[in-house]
């Protein structure tokens, strides 16, 4: 079994499993679907579900994806901890990165959700494992945000050392925009989990992501 770190250097279609998109009968059943389709890892972000909630559905995605892909939990460094998550995902306003890793101990997977260069740039600098980088068009996730010169998720691609997930809005109309600047990871959230197939979408969004050198 390859360690969470080994995976995430492989990784290349991350899947975001959201709360405010879809409810916990609906989250598992996208979540068996996607993985046999070919996801590459898997994020829980639940910003309205109780912890205990959160911790229930953690601990039965663990048990199901036995250690082949990382498991991360949004936001909760404590709920990582208690559920065994491969790691967190963190904001700029959440815990700082330095003492997340104390919690969670040095083979866990630590992400963080960037904006600019800088932030960028002071995540590598701090630890991260992975950026979550955007967001790059139009989400209903984060609607107030403004949407993202492609120029700038170009430069950042070059110049950060450690795996970037361009984040945000990204379809299979758009993917290839940010394909042809560099990108070669997304993270993606409502293309396949509000969609019709979930396991055909997944299909399509992993061919795309393999043809890629």
Not at 16 to 38: E, F, M, T
Not at 73 to 80: E, F, W
Not at 133 to 143: A, R
Not at 159 to 172: D, E, S, Y
Request: glycine share 8%.
């Amino acid at each position: 079994m390859s360690s969470s770190k080994e995976c995430l250097k492989q990784a290349r279609l991350y899947l975001i499993l959201d709360r405010q998109v879809n409810d916990y009968y609906q989250l598992w059943k996208i979540l068996k679907q996607s993985v046999s389709a070919g996801v590459d890892m898997v994020q829980l972000r639940d910003k309205i579900g109780s912890l205990r909630e959160i911790l229930q559905f953690s601990q039965k995605a663990i048990k199901f994806l036995k250690g082949k892909i990382p498991y991360i939990i949004n936001d909760r460094v404590d709920l990582a901890v208690a559920s065994g998550a491969s790691g967190v995902h963190l904001g700029q306003k959440d815990l700082p990165i330095q003492y997340a890793k104390k919690m969670l101990g040095k083979n866990a997977i630590i992400g963080i959700s960037c904006q600019t260069y800088q932030h960028a740039f002071e995540a590598q600098r701090a630890g991260a494992d992975y950026i979550g980088f955007g967001s790059v068009f139009k989400t209903q996730t984060k609607p107030d945000r403004d949407l993202m010169d492609l120029k700038l998720l170009a430069d950042v691609v070059k110049k950060i050392r450690i795996p970037l997930f361009a984040i945000g809005g990204i379809n299979l109309d758009n993917i290839c925009d940010i394909t042809e600047l560099g990108v070669r990871r997304v993270a993606i959230c409502r293309a396949i989990c509000s969609a019709h197939d979930i396991g055909g979408i997944t299909k399509k969004f992993r061919g795309i992501l393999d043809q890629l050198t």
